[in-house]
C-alpha cells in the first residue's frame, strides 16, 4: 500500500472509532458511511496487494481480521440507521471490539508475520 492510501485507511480508522466511542455515529450518519465505504475499499486494495507472497499462516489470520472487520463495519451502518438505546450500546461495544482486534491483527500482520 503506497503513503497515501496507508495514511487515508489510518484516518478513516480513526475517524470511525471517535464517531463510534463519542455515540455520534446518527447524527453524522453520512460521514459514517462514507468513511466505512472508502475504509472498506483501502482494506482491499491492501489485501490485494499484500498476495503477492503472504508468509505461512498469514491467510488464516487474514481471513479472521476481514470477518472481525465486516462486523464492524455493519455495526456502523446498524448504528447509522439507529435503534433502541440498548442496542445501540451493544452494536456500539461490538463494534469497538472487533475494530480493535482488527487492528491488532493487522499491525501484527504487516510488522511482525515478515
Known sequence: MNDAL???HLVLAVLIFVLLWSA???RWRGLSLAAAALLLATGAHNFATRMQSPPPGWHALAGIKVLLALHALAMVFLLARGGSAEKERR???GALASGAATMGIGLYLS????
Open 6 to 8: 496507508l495514511y487515508l
Open 91 to 93: 452494536w456500539r461495544l
Open 24 to 26: 455520534r455515529v446518527r
Open 111 to 114: 510488522n511482525f508475520a515478515r
